[in-house]
Every structure is written in structure tokens, then in C-alpha cells.
């Protein structure tokens, strides 16, 4: 099984900004009796990766239908994420690769005016006021952009998150915060638990979380502060739920952009969406995880990080590596 760091460790910020691979999304004859074009997406070739790692791996360019157990085409995925209600498209943050796929994904659901929002992981409630101002000149460059929104500069990397949120700035659909506030965050840690937002895990979920919130803090992190750090979690994954849930318009998809953790079916979003929103049925919550191939495995199930029946991503898509650099070696020098 591929190690929950690669999901949930969020990438250095020193990391070099690379240009992101070139995708191409095009429309062609309308199928009947569907909101969607057949549809057809020229994956690069394999040099064309901006991702430098692995890009020989025989997975490196496929999507996995989690739901079916099999590799799936690009116009069998937009058919499956047009028709739903929600879509959570995940990522690896410092992969330039996984912002240019969501990027094309993201233009092309609103070329054919299928969206109501998006919401992003990058955005807090901080940023609420100057998203109420926002307006689509903001969008004619991504310097405006940036100065309109405030963008934190120090925690998110703008070359990358600027161009994915110009689209549907520049297309008049509504962007919201996903986020809670630092100030929030230090809340929440020092706060008891929600029961609220503690009810939506049971117990095995709650097991799983710890495990790999531990993991992903390189197994440095004392005991004593892991349930702070679920409270913090599941905090977040609640708001996130909820920026999806305030505009819904008949025939068109809330969208979020998050970290590949954040998405998931079993500890993430998802379960909040249902548990928490009056009317949300699961089949109508879409998955789609971005994912970096591993030398360790070419099986796709691998790279589910299963620990229930219920999988953690309905689709994946699969890149090159930006890094291999173990991160908690690093730490540990």
C-alpha cells in the first residue's frame, strides 16, 4: 500500500515553481440524451510531463474508476462528473501537473455553463471580504487578481492557484472560501470537541484518522496533541462542506478544490456533505483524486489507501512525481 504521507504532507514551500503540463479539452458531437458533449482529452505524451519523476510508469497518463474497478476513458469520466451534484477534485499541492488537469477540467464545465461555484481549499474565511468585492475585470490579470483577493503568498503558491482561480472568475461564477481562519484553527485546537462535528466519524474512522495524521507528521507527533489535531481536521472538512452547499442551481455542479485528503469518501469531505446537509445523497458527491504514480506499486488499488468497504476516491487520475525526496528523513537530519 502506498504511504497516507504522499496524501496528506503538505509540499515544502522552497520547492522549485515549474510550468504545468499542456492539456488539451475539446468538445465534439453531442450524444443523445445527455447534458454532455462526447468529450476527448489529448493526454500529453510523456515528455511532456512538467513532473519529472517516473513518467515510464504504466499508470502515469490513466484514470481509475474506483466505482467499477477499471481504467476508465476521459469522455466516460466528464460524463460521470458533469451528471453530479458535487465535485471535489483533489491534488497534490506542489504538483504542477494536477493544476493544469484542473484547470482544463474547470474550463471546460464552465465553457458549457455547468457550474455554480467553486470553492477552494487555498481561500479562508479571511478572504471572504474581498471575494464578496470580486468581479470579473479582477480576472484580467492575475496581478489584479491577486491584489483583489489578498492572497497569501507565504502559504500557497500563486503561479499555481492563480490561473485555476481567474476561470471561473473570468466566467462570473461565484468563488468561495473553503477554509477556516488561522485564528479559527487556533480555536478549535484549544477547544472540546464539536459533537456535531465529532458524530460524523465512527469509530473506525476516527482510528484511521489518527493513524495517518500521525503518519503524516512523520511519527513525531506527541499523543497527547491527536485529538487537537482530528478536532483541527475535522473542522476544516466541515467548512469545506459546507462553501458547497449555500448556492444550488438546477443542472450544475458546486465544485471544490482540495487536498487529495480532503477528498476522500471515507474521512473527508463527503461524509460531512451527507452527514451535515439536509438532502445530499452520496451518489450525487464525486471523488476525483489526483494522484502521483509510486515505483512500489502499478496496481491502481494500491493506491486507494482503503481501510473500509466504502473506497476512498470514486476516480483517479494518474501523473508523474514532482519529488522523491522523503520528506521525514529530512526532519530527521
Not at 489535531?229 to 469545506?240: G, H, L, N, P, T
Amino acid at each position: 500500500m502506498i504511504s497516507a504521507v504522499r496524501l496528506m504532507v503538505r509540499a515544502p514551500r522552497w520547492l522549485p515553481v515549474v510550468m504545468a503540463v499542456m492539456l488539451s479539452l475539446t468538445a465534439c458531437a453531442q450524444q443523445a440524451g445527455s447534458r454532455l458533449p462526447e468529450t476527448g482529452l489529448d493526454l500529453a505524451p510523456v515528455d511532456s510531463w512538467q513532473s519529472p519523476l517516473y513518467t515510464g510508469h504504466p499508470l502515469v497518463g490513466t484514470i481509475w474508476s474506483g466505482r467499477e474497478g477499471r481504467p476508465i476513458s476521459v469522455s466516460a469520466l466528464a460524463e460521470n462528473l458533469v451528471n453530479s451534484r458535487y465535485l471535489l477534485l483533489g491534488e497534490k499541492h506542489d504538483n504542477p501537473d494536477h493544476h493544469r488537469i484542473q484547470q482544463r477540467l474547470l474550463r471546460f464545465l464552465l465553457d458549457r455553463e455547468l457550474v455554480a461555484s467553486v470553492s477552494f481549499e487555498m481561500l479562508d474565511t479571511d478572504n471572504d471580504g474581498p471575494l464578496s468585492n470580486l468581479e470579473r475585470q479582477h480576472a484580467e490579470t492575475l496581478d489584479s487578481l491577486k491584489n483583489a483577493l489578498q492572497w497569501d503568498e507565504q502559504g500557497w503558491d500563486w503561479s499555481y492557484y492563480g490561473p485555476l482561480i481567474a476561470e471561473p472568475v473570468a466566467a462570473g461564477v461565484e468563488v468561495k472560501s473553503a477554509n477556516i481562519s488561522s485564528a479559527r484553527v487556533s480555536e478549535v485546537y484549544a477547544s472540546q470537541p464539536d459533537p456535531e462535528i465529532a458524530g460524523v466519524l465512527d469509530a473506525d474512522a476516527l482510528e484511521q484518522l489518527n493513524s495517518e495524521i500521525d503518519a503524516s507528521h512523520c511519527n513525531m507527533l506527541p499523543t497527547s496533541q491527536f485529538p487537537a489535531m482530528v478536532r483541527v481536521q475535522q473542522a476544516r472538512d466541515r467548512q469545506m462542506a459546507l462553501s458547497l452547499g449555500h448556492r444550488e442551481l438546477a443542472g450544475k455542479l458546486n465544485v471544490l478544490v482540495a487536498g487529495n485528503y480532503h477528498v476522500r469518501r471515507d474521512l473527508g469531505v463527503p461524509r460531512y456533505l451527507v452527514a451535515l446537509q439536509p438532502g445530499v445523497e452520496p451518489d450525487s458527491v464525486v471523488s476525483l483524486a489526483l494522484l502521483e504514480v509510486s515505483p512500489e506499486s502499478e496496481e491502481p488499488e494500491d493506491y486507494l489507501q482503503a481501510f473500509s468497504d466504502e473506497l476512498p476516491f470514486d476516480y483517479i487520475w494518474f501523473t508523474p512525481a514532482i519529488s522523491d525526496e522523503d520528506y521525514c528523513a529530512s526532519l530527521a537530519r
